[in-house]
């Protein structure tokens, strides 16, 4: 009678932790996908001000480097996207410390890049918890993340350009 | 923006954290956000509390570390932390200190939406950490965002829970300081500052005195007014007599006296030894603007900007402390110099900017998870009468809990 009820109490628990950890991941999948949007669209802004802060620049060959960083990186697909944005911070840091000083595009565009830098770390942040969680051993023997694709971190060099 | 903010440890007894919450609050507050904080408070019927505090009950002391640390946690603390949630209808959560097991992580549990985490310590109780870092994960993968107040508390954060936190520092209101007018009486003579504890080695104090004799030698009617609570007389016994007219022993100073404090000197003394990850002492100098001589700590080379915003002296090296004091009591073009270049690099730390930065965090948080802060609706905890504290109810709700679970995943 022990070992029934042991055996019993045993399956209650596993149960429990393996409907909860399911929650769990699907929460932290909804957050990785919501923390993606976010992302994505402090990548848009920031590419949508950088363009328009091209014009004002006193030198024309960085003001036609960030413009074409600029649109590379609002017309990129979800192929290569790190490597523009990764481009245009690189630009971004040559062409921020000439920017008139009180514009509101400079500021927007400083806004926008600060923005960026927080979105990728909560995006990331989210992406390492779930990848963590998916790596455990239960989750991955009972495929508790069913058919979704592993989030991946996104990489790019914005340090210097957040305030 | 509505914030809801968690303070784990007692409002009513004083420390960093508390100081840290009650200021950002007020901060937040005054730029026309609204702020409530969830706290535990030992006397909720004390008068001057303020209006933006919910008391979460009393917390129990427990032995850590050698010290007492003072926590809340349990079924009565959850269901109050929950029902403050619901009915707060916050924009985002903010929660201080997580790791601690207290309010901030029973906050985490409980609640879904954009959560802000900001980590405050700078010491590593790595195996403590460590055992924590799993066992919280379920509470920690809740948060959106992190915000580390050092970069030595960003280091804790990164070696003992993996991430990373964005960088906020502390901050000061510099309109409280400037301007401050010295204390009665002072200063008379060249007059050095010194505050803290007075019987914690790591203030440092004991290097101060060290170099008493050297300083008195350079500076014969120097006086250095010392502040803070501690037993003054084993303080002023380790002194030799012929030197103790240069101390003045000021004891425990108000909050509102403090800037008239840092204003009763000519130069303000920071000679601690370790273990400071921020120096807010400094920054409420500067604030004032006394020119400032400190030890090289990591995080006082920060505040100072390596020697550009107050004069650095190697730690411990009291022959050192006293010749930097010494020079610059007799250098009032300096410390004119140190004062203006101190009252700039302040403002970097005054609470208006770094609250803007907080709202930055908060907007970015919003939107990564763009809901209103909720309670999950599972558990019927929420109707548990008010007594003060948890003890003696935790085998209770304990059943009550797993009963909740057992019977909402039977369903699931």
């Known amino acids: ?163 | 923006v509505r914030v809801g903010l968690v303070c784990p440890y007692t409002w009513d007894v004083p420390g960093g954290v508390q100081a840290h919450v009650r200021d950002l609050a007020e901060s937040l507050l005054s730029l026309g956000h609204q702020v409530q904080v969830l706290a535990p408070v030992d006397d909720p019927d004390a008068g001057g509390l303020p209006a933006y505090l919910v008391p979460a009950g009393r917390a129990v002391p427990v032995p850590a570390n050698g010290s007492v640390v003072r926590l809340l946690f349990g079924p009565l603390s959850l269901a109050r932390t929950r029902r403050w949630l619901r009915e707060g209808h916050f924009d985002v959560l903010h929660v201080h200190e997580p790791v601690a097991p207290s309010l901030s992580m029973l906050a985490c549990f409980a609640a879904s939406g954009p959560i802000v985490a900001t980590f405050h310590s700078a010491t590593a109780r790595s195996r403590a950490l460590q055992v924590a870092g799993t066992a919280m994960q379920p509470a920690l993968e809740k948060v959106t965002g992190r915000i580390a107040v050092s970069p030595a508390a960003r280091r804790v954060l990164v070696e003992h829970l993996g991430g990373d936190a964005v960088l906020l520092p502390n901050g000061v209101f510099v309109d409280r300081f400037r301007g401050a007018t010295p204390l009665p009486g002072h200063p008379d003579g060249p007059t050095v500052v010194f505050l803290g504890r007075i019987d914690e080695p790591r203030k440092g104090l004991a290097v101060l005195l060290e170099g008493l004799p050297e300083l008195a030698r350079l500076v014969p009617d120097v006086r250095v007014l010392v502040a803070g609570p501690g037993d003054q007389q084993q303080v002023l016994a380790a002194v030799p007599r012929s030197l103790r007219r240069h101390l003045m022993m000021v004891g425990r100073v108000s909050d509102a006296d403090l800037p008239r404090l840092y204003a009763s000197g000519h130069v303000y003394c920071a000679p601690n030894t370790f273990g400071e990850s921020f120096g807010i002492v400094l920054l409420e100098a500067m604030a004032t603007g006394t020119p400032v001589v400190a030890s090289d700590l990591e995080a006082f080379r920060r505040v100072l900007e390596d020697g550009a915003a107050g004069v650095l002296f190697p730690v411990g090296n009291a022959g050192a402390l006293a010749a930097a004091l010494a020079a610059l009591l007799g250098d009032p073009v300096r410390r004119r110099a140190l004062s203006r270049a101190g009252g700039r690099a302040v403002l970097a730390y005054d609470w208006e900017t770094v609250t803007r930065r907080v709202l930055e965090v908060y907007d970015a948080a919003v939107a990564a998870v763009p809901v209103e802060v909720s309670v999950p609706p599972d558990a019927d905890l929420d109707d548990v009468t008010d007594e003060d504290d948890d003890t003696g109810r935790l085998l209770p709700g304990l059943r009550r809990w797993l009963a909740a679970r057992t019977g909402r995943d039977g369903g699931a």
Do not use: C
């Open chain 1, 1 to 163: 009678v022990r070992e029934v009820f042991l055996v019993v109490l045993l399956l209650v628990l596993t149960a429990v932790y393996v409907s909860w950890t399911a929650g769990r991941l699907d929460r932290m999948h909804a957050r990785v996908d919501a923390a993606w949007a976010a992302l994505d669209a402090a990548l848009v802004r920031r590419a949508a001000a950088a363009r328009a802060l091209a014009g004002q620049l006193p030198d024309p060959r960085v003001a036609r480097a960030l413009a074409a960083a600029a649109q590379a990186a609002l017309e990129a697909g979800e192929q290569g996207r790190e490597a523009v944005e990764n481009d245009l911070s690189t630009v971004l840091r040559t062409a921020l410390p000439m920017a008139p000083e009180h514009s509101p595009q400079t500021r927007e565009l400083q806004q926008a890049a600060t923005r960026v830098g927080l979105a990728r770390s909560f995006h990331n942040a989210a992406v390492k918890d779930t990848r963590a969680l998916r790596s455990r051993r239960l989750p991955r023997a009972l495929h508790l993340a069913g058919s979704r694709s592993m989030p991946h971190y996104f990489e790019i060099d914005d340090t210097a350009l957040s305030q």
